[in-house]
């Protein structure tokens, strides 16, 4: 028999009531005892909405010496990581990294850039990807190029960009600890500026950034506040050279309890793991979607090796994440 509180918001949630910061507050704060059902409870606002498996992949098209100082990033310019960098990728690179993913299964193909903003020839040069691959796929095109202008967000949009990521990271409440070199309703405006030109919107955040619980839910409520489509959720793995790297992992527990947090607090978004869940979930990754998750991305990561393609191809193809 599932806990009062978790039967009380689950009927809210499923009746299309958006739970507030308070009840999701409530949701944390439950014994761990009650974790698994939680998650059963996640799983069934997952299959209620509709929600559909997907799969996506990232490339790294342009790498390190970004001038922001976010902690946990190996591609800030201000911490010695060792990390590769590079310039903006030629445009051929970026459309056979586009092939390439749609031929491994992935749904959607985004080109992510360090950096707090692109020059112009830099969005033209992406914008030429997209009008190719839109051309020669049938991939959902999304891009991560940091700050938006209008005149960007027009020229990306016409081009066949349908989705724009931008991370929040973390709570506003957390995030002074975590960037100091702009700030977070900067990100809040390109969020809402990608939006106002048509885009999907694709937003999330780290989690295991030394942020509280009540952190968790404050970025969750902030996602909901925005109408967020797609929110991505990555557990910290520890850079070696940033302020965060004797930061510990996130127990299993803690990860999966999170997601649930996510899914009740965003039931109409999907949710797709990211980055980390090979190192903090290890065995448990095919829980998941029991924690009300519906997406993976699969492949590499930024500056970081994700689980080989096979085993998560294996894993989607015995069902576990449908």
Not at 25 to 47: K, M, P, V, Y
Not at 83 to 96: A, D, G, K, Q
Not at 249 to 272: G, Q, Y
Request: charged share 20%; aromatic share 6%; proline share 4%.
């Amino acid at each position: 028999m599932l806990h009062p509180l978790i039967t009380s918001l689950s009927r809210l949630v499923l009746d299309g009531a958006s739970l507030t910061e308070e009840q999701g507050l409530l949701l944390a704060g439950l014994d761990s005892e009650h974790t698994t059902e939680l998650l059963f409870a996640a799983n069934t606002i997952t299959r209620a909405m509709g929600h559909r498996p997907f799969t996506c992949s990232i490339t790294s098209a342009k790498s390190g010496t970004c001038s922001q100082d976010c902690t946990f990033c190996a591609q800030s310019g201000h911490y010695d990581t060792g990390s590769p960098t590079h310039p903006l990728l030629p445009l051929e690179e970026l459309i056979e990294r586009g092939l390439s993913m749609q031929k491994a299964g992935a749904k959607c193909y985004s080109l992510v850039t360090s950096g707090l903003r692109l020059s112009s020839a830099e969005i033209d040069r992406i914008c030429h990807c997209a009008v190719e691959l839109k051309s020669r796929t049938s991939l959902e095109l999304s891009a991560s190029l940091g700050l938006l202008s209008d005149d960007y967000a027009d020229r990306l949009t016409r081009a066949g960009l349908t989705r724009y990521h931008h991370n929040l990271e973390t709570a506003r409440s957390h995030f002074p600890s975590i960037c100091t070199t702009h700030d977070y309703d900067e990100d809040i405006g390109t969020i809402r500026l990608a939006r106002k030109h048509g885009l999907r919107i694709c937003s999330g955040g780290i989690l295991g950034l030394g942020e509280t619980w009540a952190q968790r839910v404050e970025l969750a409520s902030t996602l909901a506040g925005l109408s967020v489509d797609t929110v991505p959720l990555n557990f910290l793995c520890p850079i070696p050279g940033t302020p965060l790297q004797d930061s510990p992992l996130l127990s299993p527990h803690d990860a999966l309890k999170s997601v649930a947090l996510f899914r009740f607090m965003l039931p109409r978004a999907s949710i797709t793991i990211a980055g980390g869940r090979e190192r903090v979930l290890g065995d448990y990754q095919s829980w998941l979607p029991l924690a009300g998750a519906n997406g993976m991305m699969i492949g590499n990561y930024l500056t970081t090796q994700g689980r080989n393609l096979d085993a998560d191809l294996r894993m989607l193809e015995q069902g576990r994440w449908i």
